[in-house]
């Protein structure tokens, strides 16, 4: 086990709601990346958060938010669920947002669009 | 952006074969990681590596970063070795933000007994 915990495991939610994601990172990492994963796919960046800060997005609408928290845990939120939203949501935490640090992954949590 | 292909897609194979699984990518990296997904989800990192070789156990990672590809082994598969196995790189930091991993699709591997 990696240390990075995920909540919820498991989520279904209605087309047009909001969910929110969290994730707490291994202990001494500062740094968190979120990943979409859709079935069949590789996982997708949609952002990444360093010391508080957004570091780095991928290619997500604005609906796709998130936070950290001081203790460097995070949350991921999305706005006005879509089917298509529909996926594996994997945070990952590294001791920092250098390109040599090895990433963490959590087990995930499995959100259902409907 | 990088591009990140894998092959084989799906791999079968017996117990005890030589496996090889391959990886290229489009344009300069500053890591590129080898990682295991089983069914459920949970991804669990294999191995980090910008240069060389790395070995753990019966797995052994390769890289050659002129020819921007690398390969992963697995010496004597064993059923328990099943799992999606993903390469994923970390393209140069440009100084303008992360742009996170990108992604293989993955190769299924199924070692049959």
């Known amino acids: 086990e990696t240390g990075v915990t995920q909540s919820p495991t498991h989520l279904i939610k209605t087309r047009g709601q909001q969910v929110t994601l969290r994730c707490s990172s291994q202990s001494g990492h500062n740094t968190v990346s979120w990943y979409q994963q859709a079935l069949g796919q590789g996982p997708q960046f949609i952002f990444q958060y360093y010391r508080e800060e957004e570091n780095g997005r991928g290619n997500f609408p604005p609906r796709f938010s998130g936070l950290q928290f001081p203790n460097y845990s995070s949350e991921l939120n999305v706005n006005a669920l879509e089917l298509d939203d529909s996926a594996l949501y994997l945070c990952a935490s590294s001791r920092s947002r250098a390109g040599g640090y090895e990433q963490y992954f959590g087990p995930g949590t499995r959100l259902t669009v409907t | 952006k990088n591009e990140v292909e894998q092959s084989p897609q799906n791999l079968t194979a017996q117990e005890g074969e030589f496996i090889t699984i391959n990886c290229s990518y489009s344009?300069?990296?500053?890591?590129l990681h080898w990682l295991q997904q089983h069914p459920g989800g949970g991804i669990v990192s294999l191995f980090m590596l910008s240069s060389g070789k790395k070995k753990h156990g019966r797995l052994i990672a390769t890289i050659n970063i002129q020819e921007k590809h690398s390969s992963l082994h697995i010496t004597a598969s064993h059923p328990r070795d099943s799992a999606v196995y993903i390469c994923?790189?970390?393209?140069?930091?440009?100084?303008?933000?992360?742009?996170?991993?990108?992604f293989g699709k993955g190769t299924h591997l199924i070692i049959q007994p």
């Open positions: 994923a790189v970390r393209s140069r930091y440009s100084g303008g933000g992360a742009d996170g991993l990108t």
């Open positions: 344009v300069g990296i500053s890591a």
